[in-house]
């Protein structure tokens, strides 16, 4: 089975600063895509970025951008000129492109950003 | 883009009652709808998968007898919480994908937050 870990509970930065969120997920599987959620406290979950596995080329997003490092299963999020609101709990997930094409999300990260 | 709706937001209930949460894509047909609980302060918990025109498929722990998953249409799929107890109360979200080929994430509901008193 798939399991996805975020070893952050919690961070904090300042406005405008750059902040870095870790992910590792384990699979023995080859094709799969990872993703990283936003929950703001509207618990509406929001799609920051994708990443195919089969891609070697990072994804990015405006101010967000991934590190995916395949061979060791690592997919941390770059949040660049953080925002106020970018203060939310921020999920990564895992999705195997065969099966059911469930989503398995880690245990969050709280990002709280001062002004 | 492609939009979920939930309803309602917030339900109060009775002990021994049922609630039924809707889950509408309003702009998309959805092949799969995923049910979620999340508890406080945690993650997601996938609850079940349901599948258009036929019966959903539970994760494991999941009382399918309480937790009925109905996917009658390509755009509405609902889940009853049949006799609610106070231990059901939890925020629940939905989230749908219209097709094998939407590779693009799931998009979901803004979710229930459910009380049993």
């Known amino acids: 089975a798939q399991t996805v870990t975020q070893s952050q509970p919690e961070m904090s930065v300042q406005e405008a600063e750059t902040v870095t969120l870790s992910c590792t997920y384990d699979t023995s599987e080859n094709n799969y895509y990872l993703f990283w959620y936003k929950q703001p406290p509207s618990r509406q979950m929001i799609l920051v970025i994708r990443q195919e596995a089969y891609k070697q080329q990072n994804a990015t997003e405006n101010r967000f951008s991934v590190n995916f490092q395949k061979a060791a299963k690592s997919f941390s999020l770059k949040i660049s000129d953080s925002q106020l609101g970018d203060t939310a709990m921020y999920f990564c997930a895992f999705m195997l492109i065969q099966g059911a094409q469930k989503l398995v999300f880690g245990q969050g990260t709280r990002l709280t950003i001062n002004p | 883009g492609a939009v979920v709706s939930q309803h309602p937001s917030w339900v109060i209930c009775k002990s021994g009652t049922s609630v039924k949460i809707e889950c509408r894509s309003l702009?998309?047909?959805?092949?799969?709808m995923f049910w979620y609980r999340q508890f406080p302060k945690q993650s997601l918990m996938l609850m079940a998968t349901?599948?258009?025109?036929?019966?959903?498929?539970?994760e494991q722990g999941v009382e399918k007898d309480k937790f009925l998953i109905n996917h009658a249409s390509l755009t509405l799929s609902t889940l009853t919480v049949t006799s609610a107890h106070p231990e059901d109360s939890s925020f629940y979200i939905c989230s749908a994908s219209a097709s094998r080929g939407d590779y693009y994430g799931y998009t979901f509901g803004s979710g229930t937050r459910l009380t049993v008193v």
């Open positions: 702009d998309f047909q959805a092949t799969t």
């Open positions: 349901s599948n258009e025109g036929s019966k959903a498929t539970y």
